[in-house]
Structure formats: C-alpha cells, structure tokens
C-alpha cells in the first residue's frame, strides 16, 4: 500500500525556520512528480512548492524564495526547508505524489497520494 506520512510540524516564531519530511512507500518514489501542499480552514488547498523526477521545482510567488523543495530517492523521502516563516504560511500540510501527466503542479485533484498532513502555526 502506498503510503505518506509527514512530519516536523510545529510552532515557530516569525523569522523562523522549519524543515518539513514526507517518508514514503510503496511506489517507486524517484519516478514520481512529488509537491507540497498547504490548507487552512475554509479556504481551499493551495501548491505550495513541487519536485519533478528529473530534479525540476516549481514554487508559489507567496514562497519563492523562502522554501526549499527537495527529494533524497536513497530514502524515499521528500522535504521542505522554510526559512523567514510569516503567519501566513500557518497551515496544515501535506505532501502528495503521482501527479498525472499534462496537470499543472499546483492542481490538487492531478496527485494520486496523499499524507495525512502536518500543522505548522507562524505566531
């Protein structure tokens, strides 16, 4: 079974800094198109960053810049780095992977999997 599970979430001051991880299994995970997404309550999920299997990124405007997209296939886990955190980017997130083919990276309904998220709140 596929499976996402994320983690170092937490509570931050602004101006700091978290690194968030996605171990994987069950799919081969270096030929997978992987992103982070984010959510708060009420509002739809957004794209946050994503990693293509060929190492290409792709980033938001409200992170570009701040957040660092990045993939280690040796451990089937992928990661972002957040530096200079506000209180906008509070919010549950979650990794995805197996964007299907032709879809932006940013659309939702294009990944096949989903974690169960991590809660990261900017005071």
């Known amino acids: 079974d596929v499976q996402l599970v994320e983690s170092g979430g937490g509570s931050v001051q602004a101006g700091g800094s978290l690194r968030l991880s996605c171990a994987a299994s069950g799919f081969t995970f270096s030929r997978k198109c992987l992103g982070w997404f984010r959510q708060v309550p009420g509002k739809e999920r957004e794209g946050v960053a994503s990693i293509d299997s060929d190492g290409s990124t792709f980033y938001s405007d409200s992170v570009k810049g701040r957040f660092t997209i990045s993939r280690d296939s040796a451990k089937n886990t992928l990661y972002l780095q957040m530096n200079s955190l506000n209180p906008d980017d509070t919010a549950m997130y979650y990794c995805?992977?197996?964007?299907?083919?032709?879809?932006?990276?940013?659309?939702?309904?294009?990944?096949?999997?989903w974690g169960q998220g991590t809660q990261v709140t900017v005071s």
């Open positions: 995805a992977a197996g964007r299907r083919f032709g879809v932006s990276w940013a659309t939702p309904s294009g990944y096949n999997y």
